[in-house]
């Protein structure tokens, strides 16, 4: 089902940064730890599936000696029981991990191969994990002055380590626009060549500085395909941690339908009706994407709908 869309948590965004919240809680049994590994997430086998590796504070210190806060990210509370992310140092911190666990198969896996059998509370803090994670790795250094960064104030913030400098940095999100372009009872579907055989979706891309949203489907709508849009309208969006980016959901419609593969982006483009998208998936010659996406929620509002 169309993922990440349940927020189960409150994430104290208003009092996590101060140290007398994290240090009442990050030692308590009510304290939960998912360990983290660029981009992976440390799991367990339960029956024929994998779930989130979820550890106690007692027993990460059993396995690493000691825990240090800069390697927490606070994901939130619920219930009264506070979620966060480890950050394990390196891959013989795995090797750890699968020692004190001798019993169960402890293996880091990415959220593409989790999330599918996650439940919407746990693919949602997978998410988050994932995405901090990534954010701490790719920010060690300050983009100012190209010192070492430090992470604090609950794994929100890293800052520069030069007394001169001391900048503040902010987690990341890269915004992304994706559009179901219409053509009275036809929608424009594109692949890509990296993509699987018979697999087609909408169209998609990144917006650029001084954009608004709109302007970016407008532009990536003719750069990818030559259409010129209207009816630009948002629909709804969805956070998509691979790495970091935010997938913001539009339908637009158009009078155009000579397509012209401007910008080379996509290997083909072509136009479909309900009908050819029931019949060409029912032969196992159309692949669309995965239900948990955004762009497959576009494209089943679509078949859905009988007005538009
Ligand atoms: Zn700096």
Same mark, same amino acid.
């Given at each position: 089902?169309?993922?990440f869309?349940?927020?189960p ?7 996590r ?14 304290a ?5 590994y660029?981009?992976t997430?440390?799991t367990?086998?339960?029956?024929e599936t ?10 990460l210190?059993?396995?690493f000696g000691?825990?240090e806060?800069?390697h ?7 219930n ?5 992310t ?7 911190s ?5 020692a ?5 198969a ?11 059998s996650?439940p919407?509370e746990?693919?949602y803090?997978?998410?988050? @994990?994932?995405?901090? =994670? ?5 920010? $060690?250094?300050?983009?100012y002055c *190209?010192? !070492?960064?430090y992470?604090?104030k609950?794994?929100f ?10 900048q503040?940095h902010f987690p990341r ?11 009275n009872?036809?929608?424009?579907l594109?692949?890509q ?6 697999r087609y979706s909408?169209i @998609?891309?990144f917006? =650029?500085p001084?954009?608004?949203?709109? $302007?970016?489907?407008?532009?990536? *709508?003719? !750069? ?5 849009l ?19 959901g539009?339908t637009a ?8 593969l ?5 290997e083909n ?6 009908d050819?998208?029931r ?8 692949e ?9 929620e ?5 078949l ?5």
């Amino acid at each position: 089902m169309f993922a990440f869309q349940v927020s189960p948590l409150n994430r104290h965004g208003d009092i996590r940064h101060h140290d007398t919240f994290i240090n009442r809680i990050w030692q308590s049994e009510q304290a939960h730890y998912l360990p983290v590994y660029r981009q992976t997430i440390a799991t367990r086998s339960r029956e024929e599936t994998y779930i989130p590796h979820w550890q106690s504070y007692s027993e990460l210190v059993d396995i690493f000696g000691s825990l240090e806060q800069k390697h927490l990210i606070y994901l939130g509370e619920k219930n009264s029981e506070h979620f966060f992310t480890y950050r394990l140092k390196d891959e013989s911190s795995l090797d750890q991990l699968k020692a004190a666990t001798p019993e169960s198969a402890i293996e880091l896996l990415g959220l593409r191969e989790l999330f599918k059998s996650l439940p919407a509370e746990d693919s949602y803090l997978c998410n988050v @994990a994932i995405a901090m =994670e990534h954010w701490h790795n790719t920010h $060690q250094f300050c983009g100012y002055c *190209g010192s !070492e960064t430090y992470s604090n104030k609950a794994g929100f913030v890293r800052t520069c380590s030069n007394k001169s400098c001391q900048q503040e940095h902010f987690p990341r999100t890269d915004s992304a626009v994706i559009c179901a372009i219409t053509n009275n009872d036809k929608i424009l579907l594109g692949r890509q060549t990296s993509w699987p055989e018979h697999r087609y979706s909408v169209i @998609a891309g990144f917006v =650029e500085p001084g954009e608004t949203l709109e $302007q970016a489907v407008a532009r990536e *709508g003719f !750069e990818e395909t030559g259409l010129r849009l209207k009816n630009i309208n948002y629909f709804k969006s969805q956070p998509w941690p691979f790495p970091q980016s935010l997938m913001v959901g539009f339908t637009a419609e158009t009078q155009d339908y000579d397509i012209q593969l401007r910008d080379k982006e996509l290997e083909n483009a072509k136009w479909f009706t309900r009908d050819d998208i029931r019949i060409l998936t029912e032969r196992q010659e159309l692949e669309l994407p995965s239900v948990f996406s955004i762009s497959r929620e576009l494209i089943n509002q679509w078949l859905k709908c009988t007005s538009c």
